[in-house]
């Protein structure tokens, strides 16, 4: 018992930092949402790699065309001339794109070779920008950004300090699956890892802005050769140049969609296996931190069963159990209550799903841990169709395509 209440203490104490964490968050997205944006706007080039089709597609590319912004180009780029994806491209270029502020194109890049399907996208797609381009600017396109999302992430590369500025993804479950709703809450507890630090962001390349000169200064279209991870190897060259990436609430992106249980392993497997190829020191602590706490909670659950069947003591335990579950529900309701300021058009949607966040935040915690060891076990990873072997962070081969 020694030994658990000194585990328990342990958790608790984590807990605690991870609360402290989540208050620092929310004071970091109210003040960044009463902030007046820079004017600065200049020629942006919007790039969106495409592979297949996924619900909601027109309705993401849409709301591409609907940015407040003075003068942007859109670039569609996919690998193949037949993807799926093209006809509902081209579709939405056809009904959209008839504003002199904003023109879009398809690039058409060709299988990868020596990295990634989308990283070859990308490698292809900054080649063909707008010679008046001054900012890249990358999306993805299960992701649906709001009207002022451009502006807002363009803006803070009006410092010429800042490396980069990136928002990040929120699942917003459709059909309120269970699923798909633990998909939401593992992936809340990463986007709360952002914030006011600047040298601990990191990029998300489903909305990440740089400067073009940034960009072609650090060869970062090199140094992506050979890699999987776009967002990964950004952050890895901006923080090995000593330049800060910002992180914009503002640009916190709606991604509305649904999974089963088997998407949801490839997907949650998928990120760690990743995180572990391209950042071991952030894959380690957290194997090692949801192992402790799983070992704590769900041990410390069974040990009170038992005791209690026994007929021995287990006030003491359960107490800490409590303790740790409440500073759980308390950070995931913080967390919640601050994406609901930049994500005010989906109130309806995040207030449904606040029972969910507070209920399902320990078994997002579980689910870390057996991707975490997933990644312990394997480095081969499917993703839109590819099956990549991540030999290291610059060197991936394709085993096989559907």
């Known amino acids: 018992m020694l030994v658990f209440y000194a585990l328990e203490a342990i958790v608790i104490w984590l807990g605690i930092l991870s609360l402290r964490s989540g208050l620092n968050f929310a004071a970091y997205v109210r003040r960044q949402a009463a902030r007046p944006l820079p004017d600065f706007t200049p020629f942006a080039a919007v790039i969106a790699p495409c592979r297949g089709l996924e619900n909601g597609l027109r309705d993401n590319l849409a709301a591409l065309f609907a940015q407040n912004y003075p003068a942007y180009e859109i670039v569609f780029v996919t690998d193949r001339a037949d993807d799926p994806s093209l006809s509902v491209v081209e579709e939405i270029i056809k009904s959209e794109n008839n504003s002199e502020r904003v023109s879009a194109r398809v690039v058409i890049a060709g299988e990868a070779v020596d990295c990634g399907q989308k990283v070859h996208n990308l490698r292809v797609a900054v080649s063909k920008v707008d010679p008046r381009c001054a900012v890249l600017v990358f999306v993805d396109t299960d992701a649906r950004p709001q009207p002022g999302w451009l502006q807002s992430l363009v803006a803070p590369l009006a410092n010429k300090k800042i490396g980069a500025a990136t928002g990040y993804r929120w699942f917003i479950p459709v059909d309120s699956g269970l699923a798909s709703h633990l998909r939401s809450v593992w992936n809340a507890s990463i986007a709360s890892a952002l914030g006011e630090r600047e040298d601990k962001n990191f990029c998300w390349g489903g909305s990440t802005a740089i400067r073009k000169s940034t960009f072609d200064k650090l060869q970062i279209e090199e140094r992506w050769r050979g890699t999987v991870s776009d967002d990964f190897t950004m952050t890895r060259v901006l923080q090995e140049a000593k330049l800060p990436i910002h992180f914009v609430p503002a640009c916190l992106v709606a991604s509305l969609d649904d999974c089963n249980f088997k998407e949801l392993l490839e997907f949650t497997n998928r990120q760690l296996k990743i995180t572990r190829v391209y950042a071991a020191h952030l894959w380690k602590p957290v194997l090692m931190g949801s192992l402790l706490f799983c070992a704590v909670l769900f041990g410390g659950l069974t040990l ?57 935040w320990p078994l997002a915690s579980a689910l870390y841990l057996c991707n975490a060891a997933a990644a312990a076990c394997s480095r081969r990873i499917k993703w839109r169709g590819i099956t990549y072997e991540l030999k290291s962070a610059t060197e991936a081969v394709i085993i096989s395509r559907e």
């Open 304 to 360: 009170v069963v038992a005791r209690a069947i026994l007929h021995l003591p287990y006030a003491m335990p359960l107490a800490g159990l409590f303790l740790i579950y409440v500073l759980g529900s308390a950070k995931a309701y913080l967390r919640l209550k601050a994406v609901a300021i930049p994500l005010r058009s989906y109130q309806r949607q995040l207030a449904k799903s606040l029972p969910v966040h507070l209920l399902l």
